[in-house]
């Protein structure tokens, strides 16, 4: 099999349905701007989450793939910084105009490898298509700095590229986490190695296949895939200079301290456990409704779903009617029309989910709505969970304790706002919060005291758009949360800074002997 120039789904045909792909096609690498093959002795299946009809075989890519990728990366680097910020600012142009042009066909990608619904697939390309729209601006986002320190001295500051980095992505948006590095990382003049997640990678290859339509030289950006194999090669590769990480503790945590002790960057973002706190003064209908969007949209699998609720006072009596919100959700195909909620990403995924339920039921709590056992007539393969509901919840409990990314959604209630405070900043998690109330001066009391990098203020899924940053704390972020994803800190993250201080005046000096004191410019 030769290497080629187009990903396996071609610009004019792409699912657009559930149906079996008569002759899955293997994935490939992505190296030197052609999709390679892959020699893998190893490979791993790839089903659509609402069938499980087989879709890919995703490759272990080989030592040499690794290495490869690396060669090419390390290759293209020294020409790639060479060139202009002005031409890099063109072809991001014509990068964000492709995926633009291609966005179905990215978001069909997503719908059939990973199972969300195509309109909230849609909204996974757009997210990250942002990073690469916002990135355009680059021109006055990595300007530095200049002071004149002294008389005829002055010192510049400057943004440098790092070399080769790596990005390692999570199934849950295979679109916009390969997105939060692509645009930032090659506008700054690194080039990289990404890794999508093996369950996947579908819409890595098509942003591949468009950053070389837009002019992107080859090497500038990589795939390769695997599992923990290629994530240790990435660790533990000297020649990879950062790693941005986007998945579970387990794996993260991992992840950050192996490749930190390496001397590499790290920024990654992990796990979480979002709350929201209800107030009896909030406007009700939009909060049912956003809680319910929040908790199940995406069969819960955002890193930013809503999926615990702090019922506060006498809004300790609504679940039910969230349930009957739950209700008209319609769990179905990601392609159909209507559907709200797709499956979850695996059998194992759904038997975890499943065993959770249960456990949450062992342990005392009450299940009001379970979504165990359901699934659409189109799809009974599928790994499918209902929207559940489980209240009588207690900070003891496994349902409580657990990230369970999944459509469930654990209610505790607090006698008061300071009580909910206090259980919110007990958890361990720090990902993100919100409150629905309409009293200003309660919602500037939560922002304050609640210790979650991402507040919402009767917005349920605050995650900031691209001129900001993600900003993630406590647990769900390595590191103490000092390097954040994009805005200006994904900037820095992909730069060196460098300072040069200069005089110029050096042929009018008149004394003949050294200075051998430290300069202090005074
Ligand atoms: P995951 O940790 O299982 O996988 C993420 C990546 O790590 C994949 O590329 C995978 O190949 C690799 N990996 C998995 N296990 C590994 C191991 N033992 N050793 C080395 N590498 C390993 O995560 P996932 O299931 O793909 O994604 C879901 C998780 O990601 C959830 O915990 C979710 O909260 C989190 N997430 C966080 C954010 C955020 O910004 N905080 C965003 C999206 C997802």
Known sequence: ????????????????????????????????????????????????????????????????????????????????????????QQLMFKYVALIRENWDRLAASITLEQGKTFADAKGDVLRGLQVAETACGITTQITGEVLEVAKDMETRSYREPLGVVAAICPFNFPAMIPLWTIPIATITGNTCVIKPSERDPGATMILAELAEKAGFPPGVINIIHGSAKTVDFII????????????SNKAGEYIYTRGSANGKRVQANLGAKNHAAVLPDCNKNHALNAIAGAAFGAAGQRCMALSTLVLVGETKDWAPEIAERAKELSMNGGFEEGADL???????????????????????????????????????????????????????????KEEIFGPVLVCLSSPSLDDAIALINANEYGNGTAIFTRSGATATRFQKEIEAGQVGINVPIPVPLPMFSFTGNKKSVAGGGANTFYGKPGVQFYTQQKTVTSFWKADDAVSTKAKVNMPTNQ
């Open 1 to 88: 099999q030769a290497a080629t120039t187009t990903a396996a789904s071609s610009p004019s045909s792409y699912p657009t349905s559930h149906e079996q792909v008569a002759q899955p096609v293997d994935t490939t690498n992505f190296l030197d701007n052609k999709f390679v093959p892959s020699q893998a002795t190893q490979w791993i299946d790839l089903h659509d989450p609402a069938t499980n009809n087989l879709v890919t075989r995703v490759p272990q890519s080989t030592d040499a793939e690794l290495s490869a990728a690396v060669d090419s990366a390390e290759k293209a680097f020294p020409a790639w910084r060479a060139t202009s910020l002005l031409h890099r």
């Open 236 to 247: 533990d590769e000297p020649r990879i200079k950062a790693i941005s990480f986007v998945g």
């Open 342 to 400: 797709g499956p979850v990403i695996s059998p194992q995924a759904k038997e975890r989910i499943e065993n959770i339920i249960a456990t949450a039921e062992k342990e005392g709590a009450t299940i009001l709505l379970d979504g165990r056992g359901q699934k659409p007539e189109k799809y009974p393969n599928g790994n499918w969970v209902g929207p559940t509901i489980i209240t009588n919840v207690t900070p003891e409990m496994t349902c409580y």
